[in-house]
């Protein structure tokens, strides 16, 4: 059965956020019409790679939208004169769900603006469900524009700062609202769940973000190198653990280092300043933002990935570094336990313990085929349940299901044979 849906984050797309464009895919390899959309136009420094290009290109913006006098006017008129109950219980939704203040009521005015905007074009484009990335503003301009068209929404919950601010965000309205909700872990299922009355828990699903693993298929046998190359991609924010992990470095005394960090962020500056410090013998590449061919070309050279965080979801990285049979270097935090195993995919240290760090990345240098025989086993653990395509399928299974009045169980099935 054919079923058109709308997609709807923040920013899309983004280098940082590639997993969200992975599963756009996979979903219309599984026969899901998706169009993108985006509150706002990403940065060129984000359409690293020919996959990014053309969906930025292919995406609506729903900003650049309601900044034109005529479009913003015309969809509150057709919205207000076809529907006005729904465009007043919208109007009240958006008042009632401002956490308060004089700046967060004219966001959520701006947040009802655009949710006209973006009701018209779900009318338009005939889609029959939106769905959306990250339960912050986004979302609350997807709740809106659910409110004024008719339209079921859904929702993927990712954490970790949406947790921080439960009831700025009101999620538990938008889980109440929501037809159903993907929780990207057993452990965002666990908050979704605290922030919801029981009644709601049947609609809290498990959706993995996902990886494919043929993209990482590298040989299990690696180059000997001079020096142990680790790699760090993501943010660069203290958040991140980066001051940690440069601390830590001169603690290994296995002898030369060097460490790539891929990406961008707000402490690049001082992250580099603090690397520039360092002994001599360990090296430091910052090479900002890499398309996905490249990160994952990057993961065939190195020896392991780490990455420190203090806060987390469940991050894609990991599961790349594990497709491409790379140990991994992590914190036991949020839903990172449910990923790795420590001993048996990489390690798992406290978070902000330096010297816990060290010690697990030298491990992983002094024993090289302890280090291969974990890499294994994560691109095992990745083939098993975080497939970027049989999740997919998963996600594909609830929009089908729940547009046929049904309820899948917690963890939908992956195989095409039981699609509704």
Same mark, same amino acid.
């Given at each position: ?28 390899? +599984? ?21 990014? @290009? ?23 008129? !057709? ?43 779900? @009318? ?43 009831? +700025? ?21 666990? @908050? ?15 959706? +993995? ?12 046998? !690696? ?27 001169? @603690? ?15 402490d690049r500056a001082l992250i580099e300043a603090q690397a520039r410090t360092l002994p001599p013998e360990i090296t430091v590449d910052f090479m900002g933002y890499r398309s996905q061919s490249d990160v994952a070309a990057m993961l065939g050279e190195v020896d392991m990935l780490v990455l420190p965080s203090f806060a987390e979801g469940v991050p894609v990285v990991l599961m790349e570094a594990m497709a491409a049979r790379l140990p991994v270097v992590t914190t036991r ?55 970027? +395509? ?31």
């Amino acid at each position: 059965m054919s079923l058109r849906i709308a997609y709807l984050t923040g920013e899309y797309p983004r280098a940082t956020d590639t997993f969200i464009q992975r599963e756009v895919t996979a979903l219309r390899a +599984h026969g899901v019409e998706v169009e993108t959309c985006s509150i706002r136009r990403t940065g060129a420094e984000h359409h690293v790679g020919p996959e990014q @290009q053309r969906e930025a290109a292919n995406t609506f913006h729903v900003l650049e939208a309601a900044k034109r006098p005529a479009t913003l006017l015309k969809a509150h008129a !057709r919205a207000l004169t076809r529907h006005p109950a729904r465009y007043l219980r919208a109007l009240r939704l958006a008042w009632k769900t401002s956490p308060g203040g004089i700046r967060a009521t004219l966001y959520q005015l701006i947040y009802f603006a655009e949710a006209a905007v973006l009701a018209q074009r779900l @009318q338009d484009t005939g889609a029959k469900h939106l769905h959306n990335h990250i339960a912050k503003s986004s979302c609350t301009v997807a709740m809106l524009a659910s409110e004024l068209s008719g339209i079921p929404y859904s929702f993927t919950l990712h954490g970790p700062d949406i947790f921080f601010e439960p009831i +700025h965000w009101r999620l538990d309205e938008k889980i109440k609202r929501a037809t159903f909700v993907a929780c990207i872990s057993e452990f965002c299922r666990s @908050q979704a769940m605290a922030f919801s009355p029981p009644e709601h828990w049947q609609k809290l699903h498990i959706i +993995h973000c996902g990886v494919d693993p043929a993209r990482y298929d590298y040989p299990t046998e !690696r180059a000997k190198r001079e020096k142990p190359q680790l790699l760090f991609v993501g943010r660069i924010a203290a958040v991140k653990g980066l001051p940690i992990l440069l601390d830590a470095l001169p @603690q290994i005394t296995t002898g030369p280092l060097a460490l790539a960090v891929i990406g961008d962020g707000p402490d690049r500056a001082l992250i580099e300043a603090q690397a520039r410090t360092l002994p001599p013998e360990i090296t430091v590449d910052f090479m900002g933002y890499r398309s996905q061919s490249d990160v994952a070309a990057m993961l065939g050279e190195v020896d392991m990935l780490v990455l420190p965080s203090f806060a987390e979801g469940v991050p894609v990285v990991l599961m790349e570094a594990m497709a491409a049979r790379l140990p991994v270097v992590t914190t036991r935090i949020a839903g990172i336990p449910e990923l790795i195993t420590d001993g048996t995919h990489g390690h798992l240290v406290p978070p902000g313990d330096t010297t816990a760090l060290a010690h697990a990345i030298a491990d992983l240098i002094d024993y090289p085929d302890k280090a291969a025989e974990m890499g294994r086993r994560g691109r095992e653990k990745v083939q098993a349940e975080f497939d970027s +395509h049989a999740e997919a399928a998963r996600l594909a299974h609830l929009f089908h299901a729940y547009a046929q009045g049904k309820t899948p169980p917690k963890r939908p099935a992956n195989h095409p044979e039981a699609q509704p």
